[in-house]
């Protein structure tokens, strides 16, 4: 089979380090080209890479020199590049958010039934982390009996330029989608709650809060985010269930002894975090698309993901518990 | 210095347990008399244990015979026999809780306060517990700036006969008052909300439940409950502070590398988890009564836990965040 | 019953420290009488405890004064007193080790079997750890097959004055006791290797020494003894059993997450290490002495581990690997 | 830059999992040719895979079809293809054993410098392991002091088949060549021994052993292999230094909290363990030889690596302590 040949758009540092990722580690594929708003810029991008660069995003996406798109560009962006994508028939992966707007992502879901062929997937790539993989196959297993409760955290060591609404949106809205692909029902209310301020939070930011999630069944969920932890990266996740409680793993390192301790060292910034879960979720990918499918985060789960989102931004701003109405979900998007 | 000889009324299992644990490990005192209501089964246990066994517990606090008294009867009857101590001059531990009506509590506080001298200890014993005490050294050193948010949980692996009142009254009674210790401040809003219900919750039970407290200043806690939770009993403690984060350790056993897994265990019962912490306070104790003071929880802490844990009750009950009103501590309980 | 009176010779740190022990911690028994060979330091000692000092260990033993003994002298010295304990027909603990030499062993072992009476009690404190036990209790239950190998370390900050000879004399002793109770058999062949040396040896000191023993059924240990390790106070043990392996369990203490790393303490001295293997040793031996058994380890275990640290030491100075004879165990020391 | 296309001989299951490795989920490169001995299974590998089948491997290596070479026959054939490969001026990759026998890997060795170009790279996948990479960057700090002694196991749960003479052969051969990388200097002497066999072993099979390796700086190393271990797949690396003990670290999965006990899986095969580690290697690999060099494992290492086993295999044969006789690498090897 021919490689898939890829183009990208949006030449920030996160996209080029998928440009990386794709080039040089993972098979199937090339990025074959690049567009980006600032065209200086990706030309000199397209220059270290020896690939192609577009004066638009829309004209790369509708090239035959590309077969299928990546979306890294700033959020409000994504839609246009992602409906272009869909215009064009071509498989997109979008860099999470789907769109930073529950219609946005709406009008993206109505592009994708109307083209009659599923193309987009979302960037949620904590559910390709090993980890959370075990997770979900013990929850599946049914061997723990029913998840009851979750308790998960999310911390940074520091956020400079955070703001209030930023841990929902930005830092939870990873939580929002893995969780409930974990536990594979859809959330019914949300609550978010200022614990005392950090003296480290910058101005006038709220750090920590505590996002709470109650499911159609019943289950709880409380998600803490702590942008400046000031002691690394840490991703915590515990699923109670009614017979046992299942730990996200944390990631393996040497332990020293040293000092009159045992020190084990954690990571100290996101980016180290998920580099597994990122190579898997890119190969799994491509694969799909060179298959002709979509297995990932659909953009229905963008969707749900952003509604959510904003459910819980209300809850924060009203500082009320709010119900989240979903729709339901088209047969379009069922497995 | 003379051995303190302590009266116990009350001769359940808890009773019977103190008797054994300062008869034969403790330093400093025996228990030489006890009472019960059930008469027959009070002389029972005093010919196994070789003590004086009285007809009444007011006679047996009244008696000469008798420095110190011990209350471990049911709740209920705390009340009586504490005043009867107080009433005598003597030093009494109480068993948790101090009463339970909260009215009750300040009643005795009144008496103590009355009496001109500090005479009462309540039975928590969590505060002794190396672990816990390890952890207070650690927020007390300020090395990692103050505490802004804990995450605890208290596991039964099973529990015959528990209603959904039990759990924050009888359960996480200890959890209101450990962590009051920890913090050094006083609650300010406490709230109960229901996860989905464990299929093995008997009948009506309501199995886990999650309460939260507010402090003061804003540190916002979460103690799970869950009291079927059929793995173990389990109790965990995350302190969260503005630069690092503390956790309780679990009791040290041996692992074993056994069926493709690493294998520790965790106590099946709550009797096994706090043996030392129970052992310590008992000596502390009892040393404390020697030198003529109460070091430990007072008549106030059991006043405040269970203002604590009605204002908890209420709060489950009818579903709201309650705010907990709270009197100055008296000088007479400041140190 | 009548609280054991007992006399302590031999007042340095470790004495002391048994003193506090007994007068202020355990039950059944008080320290009512001290010697040492500097009277004045004795009296001081005396004082300060508020007990009774002897001009001589031997004088004090034989008083009636005293119920039973502890030798806490210098180690050429525990014979002397030992011997006249026996004579004095009354229990005695001593700390290891019995005697420095096998031959001053086997004569108090000699001197007890003509008493007719189990009397002696050397300090081997280990086998009353509480992890130790466990691996004790799971090595018994057959649940994971015959031991094959140990695999064990003891380790020290730093060891300031420490020679060649005394890892295997003084530090590993405790080993050479400890793991032949575990596995209920003699050992039959021992060797010492020098590894490379560390910077941190004082002057001529081999430091690390690795000490190999084989028991009888074929079982293989290894022993790392690093007395300046530099990084705190560890002791390792794992049994490799047929189908399983088991491992001596850490103290239990706050994990913190700090600084990048989950960090928890190791104990930095010997002396934090065992606090709770001294206190059951010395309760159990109490209760023991008061209910007319030795129950602990015996002279005879005292000898073995003698002729066994010989052996040792023998096979270190002469690099080969020694055969160890036992003699039969007297029927007189068979449980 | 081209793909490199690699010919691979010996379509076992080793030689399988790697066209898998490298056809599916690797980087610039891709197993276009395969050669086996039994030609019409090597015709149905080829056919599964997509590649060409040659009738031998000589003239799949001389092919300009093929740029690269990786040989994955059984051992005593790795030789011919090598040699093949080299006289054909082409990169391969050579799974451990070079060969089995030491003058065998001379004479690769001889080939090699013959031709003037390093070509050959042996199969000693744990250098890739993240883990054991973590473990040289400590070392190679500084931070702890220099090595003193390695505590390494090496654990099966069981090994059909397997005889007395294959752990030091087949199984310790990973750890002779990694732990000599881990400590850049030449080992010194080597000794094997054997504690009590286990019930599990078959027939004549001795099983555990133990494997003593001193270095020249004196470090020394014990390296346990027990291929029935009945637990799972377990590798145990500790490196003991001046300041601090480094410990490799065990792969990360789930916890679970059940049945009293914590729980976290163990490998149970060897296959799972080093799936990285062989990922890594490969793409190193291919990178290198694409970039023109050799970067891993040297057929130097191979004959190093040999030498050091047929050292210990006599060693064990005679159960004495064997000196290793190392010839100085030559110029051409050094780096």
């Known amino acids: ?44 991008v397209a220059e270290k890479y020896g690939i192609q660069a577009y004066d638009s995003g ?23 590049y992602v409906t272009a994508a ?8 979008c860099e999470k958010p789907l769109a930073p707007e529950a219609d946005a992502c709406r009008r993206i879901v109505e592009a994708e039934m109307a083209g009659k062929k599923q193309l987009v997937q979302v960037g949620f790539m904590r559910r390709y982390d ?7 196959a013990l929850i599946d297993s049914g061997k723990y009996g029913l998840p009851l409760m979750l308790h998960c955290a999310h911390r940074n060591y520091d956020a400079p330029g955070f703001t209030t609404s930023m841990p929902v949106e930005n830092s939870m809205i990873h939580e929002i989608d893995v969780l409930r692909w974990l536990l594979g029902e859809n959330y019914k209310t949300a609550e ?30 409380d998600v803490e985010s702590f942008v400046n932890c000031r002691y690394g990266y840490d991703i915590k996740c515990e699923v109670v269930c009614e017979e046992g409680s299942l730990n996200l793993p944390e990631p393996a390192n040497t332990m020293v002894r040293s000092n009159d301790s045992r020190i084990t060292p954690i990571c100290h910034d996101w980016s180290e975090r998920f580099i597994d879960a990122y190579n898997i979720e890119f190969q ?20 749900v993901g952003q509604v959510t989102a904003k459910a819980a931004s209300k809850a924060r701003d009203t500082q009320t518990v709010v119900n989240i109405e979903y729709e339901e979900m088209p047969e379009f998007y069922k497995k």
């Open 1 to 44: 089979m021919e490689e898939l040949r890829i183009g990208l758009v949006g030449t920030g540092a996160i996209g080029r380090s998928h440009i990386e990722r794709i080039n040089t580690r993972l098979q199937g594929a090339k990025v074959v080209a690049c567009a980006d708003v600032n065209m200086d810029f990706c030309r000199s």
């Open 58 to 80: 829309e004209e790369m996406i509708a090239s035959d020199a590309v077969d299928a798109v990546i979306v890294t560009t700033l959020d409000p962006f994504h839609e246009q």
């Open 86 to 93: 869909i215009k064009a028939g071509k498989y997109v992966f």
């Open 130 to 136: 090993p980890g959370y993989r075990q997770l979900k």
């Open 192 to 221: 978010v709650v200022f614990p005392k301020t950090t003296r480290n939070a910058e101005g006038e930011l709220r750090d920590p809060q505590i996002m709470y999630l109650t499911t159609e069944s019943g289950v709880r969920i």
């Open 284 to 303: 799994e990918w491509i694969n799909a698309c060179r298959e002709g499918r979509v297995d990932g985060p659909s953009a229905w789960d963008g969707y």
